[in-house]
């Protein structure tokens, strides 16, 4: 069963088509890589899927529902965590994930058990009561994950979940989000720029590059389709080596995302 779905999806900005046509599927319980250089349009695919942009044109379904059209219904359906903070590091690790079960109507009772829980599971609950400002970066991203599954999500973005962290906090993220989806079948649809991560822990990816997907598959085929001995050599042979320049800011689609939410809430 695929639990995300977009057909012919496409986003246009003042004449200018930042997300093209695109197709793909993700089955449930799938971890699915989606890689671009910057400025490719996954940010806008992600946004998209996650409601805070409405397609120009195109088809799209998240666990059975139109982003465009039942928004309430596909936000209880998803996680995120985005590239950069989104703590409020004037709270402590347990009242940013009570503020998050208040904010999904989580019930009080079910709320405990599963920060309680969560924390232990990302290994914070004897810092839970810790201000989040004292938290190292590699303690905020495993925060923001806990919290992100706190809402018993179906699937969960990761928008350069490891960005910036070391290799022994890189390793020890990835392990407990593949005892999740191993476990509970959650759906893990991330981005990055580590080619090895990828390669590591997709069973699929999907290329995208100046709007359109150019490529889908396993790191496998899509090394054999290039003649590459790596994911980064196919990556550069299907994208080209030219330097690109970084697109959008993640602060700014979590402020937009905030707004929204609120305005629906209220």
Do not use: C
């Not at 069963?1 to 089955?27: H, P, Y």
């Not at 201000?131 to 806990?146: C, H, P």
């Not at 990835?174 to 999740?180: I, S």
């Not at 981005?191 to 590591?200: F, K, S």
């Amino acid at each position: 069963m695929n639990i995300i779905q977009a057909k012919n999806l496409t986003k246009r900005f003042n004449g200018f088509t930042a997300v093209d046509n695109i197709s793909f599927e993700v089955a449930e319980g799938e971890i699915f890589a989606f890689l671009g250089p910057n400025g490719a349009g996954k940010s806008t695919t992600i946004k998209m899927l996650t409601t805070l942009l409405a397609p120009s044109s195109g088809e799209m379904l998240l666990n059975g529902h139109n982003p465009a059209k039942n928004a309430n219904e596909v936000r209880r359906s998803f996680g995120i965590v985005f590239q950069d903070p989104s703590l409020d590091d004037e709270l402590t690790a347990r009242e940013n994930m009570e503020f998050h079960g208040v904010l999904y109507g989580v019930p009080k009772r079910e709320r405990t058990e599963k920060i309680a829980t969560l924390l232990k599971f990302v290994d914070l609950a004897d810092r839970q009561n810790d201000l989040v400002k004292k938290f190292s970066g590699g303690m905020k991203r495993r925060l923001e994950i806990a919290r992100g599954l706190l809402h018993h999500p179906k699937i969960l973005f990761l928008d350069e979940p490891t960005l910036g962290l070391d290799p022994q906090t890189r390793n020890s993220m990835w392990a407990y989000l593949q005892e999740m989806n191993k476990n509970e079948g959650i759906t893990i649809f991330f981005t990055t720029h580590y080619m090895e991560e990828a390669e590591r822990i997709a069973g699929r990816i999907a290329i995208i590059d100046h709007g359109k997907i150019i490529a889908i598959g396993t790191a496998a085929e899509l090394k054999d389709r290039t003649k590459a001995d790596t994911l980064e050599g196919a990556f550069l042979a299907l994208t080209g080596k030219a330097i690109r320049e970084e697109a959008g800011n993640a602060m700014d689609h979590l402020r937009m995302m905030r707004r929204s939410w609120t305005g629906k809430r209220n």
